[in-house]
């Protein structure tokens, strides 16, 4: 069902234009407008959903089944040297748009216009620590 509020919805539907790069049934992948580097490219289900959390398992696996072929179709066209995946859940982790996208952002080495920086925290959790945690997040699993 599409969300009459929604951009990537109106982008499915064909009422905002966009640079399609593949099309099926179920998904439809685009160029982002903001270009991270050439050739970054948005994977998004038909089906409206907000963001991982509201996903379900059947949307999800038709989603993440066509990434690999149009990752591939990324490389052949541009031979980056390598490929991030991001999916941004909720505006305080940089979602801008409330329908879920997997982006596709080919990396051509250093400078290249992406950066993430990981702050890692690895002296702060013990191997036990790690354990109750992963304990806690596993009992939360339905
Ligand atoms: P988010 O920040 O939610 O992970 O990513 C949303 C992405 O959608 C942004 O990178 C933004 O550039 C892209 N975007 C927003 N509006 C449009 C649009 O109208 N057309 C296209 N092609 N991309 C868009
Ligand atoms: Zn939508």
Redesign the pocket.
């Known amino acids: 069902m599409a969300h009459e509020d929604c ?1 990537f919805c109106k ?1 499915i539907a064909g009422d ?1 234009p ?2 399609k790069v593949y099309e099926d049934d179920q998904v439809y992948a ?5 270009q ?1 580097t050439k050739g970054h490219t ?1 994977v998004i289900p038909k089906t409206h959903v907000k963001n991982i959390y509201e996903t379900p398992s059947e949307v999800a696996s038709e989603l993440f089944a066509r990434v690999p072929r149009i990752a591939n179709a990324i490389k052949a066209a541009y031979k980056p040297v390598g490929m991030n995946l ?3 859940n909720e505006a305080p982790a ?5 329908h879920i ?1 997997i ?1 596709l952002i080919p990396r051509y080495g250093e400078g290249d216009g992406y950066s993430s920086n990981w702050n890692v925290h690895t002296e702060d959790y013990t191997p036990e620590d790690l354990q109750t945690m992963a304990a806690e997040i596993n009992s939360e699993i339905k």
């Open positions: 951009i982008i905002i966009s640079a685009f160029l982002d407008i903001s991270v948005l991001l999916n941004n940089d979602q801008s748009v409330f996208h982006h």
